[in-house]
């Protein structure tokens, strides 16, 4: 088995072949998209910026960096830690596709996701 490579798509992208294992990780349902369209294979919530941080960042004009700083945190409690955990073993050593609707890609919680999934120990529950 070899690393597990991760990488973000848009759930406005259609899937393809090379995703492996699809997983939804915000907290909100895609809007105007029909669940069978997005050929999850799961949606994690609990990995997901909290509310209150995704509002901030969305609707109350928080600076990314800012934004990456508090979900960094978040992320680094117990329950952030689990949710990370969690979310590396479903790609169990092969391609793990973060799905999610924010545009643009590049300044939601993917990147912060694909940079602290390698860091999250290997054998935490």
């Known amino acids: ?12 992208d259609p899937p ?3 995703d492996g294992v699809r997983v939804l990780v915000d907290r909100l349902w ?3 998209v029909r669940k069978d369209a997005l050929a999850l294979d799961s949606w ?3 990995v ?7 509002n901030a960042l969305h609707h109350e004009g928080l600076p990314y960096e800012e934004f990456v700083r508090r979900y960094r945190s978040e992320l680094e409690t117990p329950s952030g830690r689990d949710a ?3 979310l590396r073993a479903r790609g169990d050593g092969a391609v793990l596709t973060l ?8 300044r939601s919680a993917v990147p912060v996701l694909v ?11």
């Open 115 to 125: 940079e602290m999934l390698p860091e999250s120990p290997q054998g935490h529950p």
């Open 1 to 12: 088995m070899g690393p597990l490579r991760i990488q973000g798509k848009r759930a406005y």
């Open 30 to 32: 895609p809007r105007g």
């Open 99 to 106: 799905v999610t609707a924010t545009k643009p890609i590049e």
């Open 16 to 18: 393809s072949d090379d």
């Open 84 to 86: 990370l955990a969690a």
């Open 48 to 54: 997901a910026p909290s509310t209150d941080l995704r």
């Open 44 to 46: 994690d919530k609990d």
